[in-house]
């Protein structure tokens, strides 16, 4: 097992709960890792804030990222108000009301169809255009993330394609990895060569989309720096290689801060009731599905006190079983999740009327710096 990393034994007794906390050294951590990346391969690495949007530490995350990718007008917005930096755009089928706006904030915008370029090829106010791709590979094990099942929706499939790049399209975008290692990349670029190199020869861009673990212990920077040369080595076209990882940037950098409300014997099973919830705080918990750790969990197999940690909404399935812990858990305890900033933080509702975490700041000195509390007129405005 790998060392605790130093956001796990940090103290967050200070935060109020429920209290999603960011780590502050852990995100500048990850920050210099990714800038490291950026300057060794040359590749530009932008956020992703579909899966980053934590905009309080957005200062900090300005001085190592050059931009932000936005799926919205909102992110995009977001990006351009509190980033300040480059703001790129790819949405699966763009909103009419909104491409203007889009348009005026982004450099480069990216198109999931040929049609949907064309219904907007004289609306791009400057913007460069891309098209995204469909390589038809993916190592995706869960099909709810991933882009390249049969039929899938997502990107343009060589079939679609002719010989030339489409008059007016600039640069290409594939994205089909979700937290996977260069290996899967290299794997990757090979059926984006074979599929679309002819086209890549006569592009300006090429976006390698997210999904690039790279602040995953153990994932190989130097492969990845190798496939980049690679790239601008096979297409010397190319003026920019673009990486937006969204989970890399906030990657084990913060926690949910929960409290237990009450325990509920059910025969053999014990159910420790929490100010939490996996189906309104934790969404990607029941989606993907996986089991999130908490700190003291022995884990299933573990010896110890056996619970089931119980969400706070009435769904019957907003539970996670089998976690054990070396004492009784008693009301009015707290529980530490980890690894809750990326996407889990952006993805929170108020199903049932609970109330949204606060959302706060461990800092560099070690002080919570609570930046945001919410209540009902935060539910009231969303129903
Ligand atoms: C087009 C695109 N780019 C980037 C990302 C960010 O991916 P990740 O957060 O896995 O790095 C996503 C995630 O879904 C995406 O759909």
Known sequence: ??????????????????????????????????????QASGAKIICALKGFAFYESFELVRQYLPGVTASSLSEARLGKE??????????????????????????????NSLPEFERYRDRLAGSSAGLRINPEYAEVETDLYNPCV??????????MLGPKLPPGIEGLHFHTLCEKGADTLSRTLDHVHARFGHLLAQAKWL??????????????????VQLVHDVKRRYPNLESVILEPGSAVGWQTGVLVGTVLDIVQNGQTRTAMLDVSFSAHMPDTLEMPYRPAV??????EGEGERYHLGGQTC?????????????????GERLVFLDMIHYTMVKTTTFNGVNLPAIAIRRESGEIDVRKTFGFEDYKRRI
């Open 1 to 38: 097992m790998s060392a605790p990393r130093p956001y796990e034994a940090a103290d967050y007794s200070a935060a109020p709960s429920p209290a999603f906390v960011l780590d502050e050294a852990s995100l500048r951590a990850n920050l210099e890792h990714l800038r490291q990346v950026a």
């Open 295 to 300: 700190v003291g969990d022995l884990g299933p």
């Open 315 to 331: 769904l019957a399935g907003d539970f996670k079983p089998d976690y054990v812990f070396d004492h009784e858990l008693e009301v």
């Open 82 to 111: 509190e980033f300040g930096g480059e703001v790129h755009a790819y949405c699966p089928a763009y909103i009419p009301a909104d491409f203007d706006g889009i348009a005026q904030i982004a450099s480069h915008i990216t198109f």
């Open 207 to 224: 976006n390698m989309g997210g999904g690039h673990a790279i602040t995953r212990e153990g994932y190989d920077d130097a492969l990845l």
């Open 150 to 159: 049969p039929g899938s929706r997502l990107g343009v499939t060589e079939a």
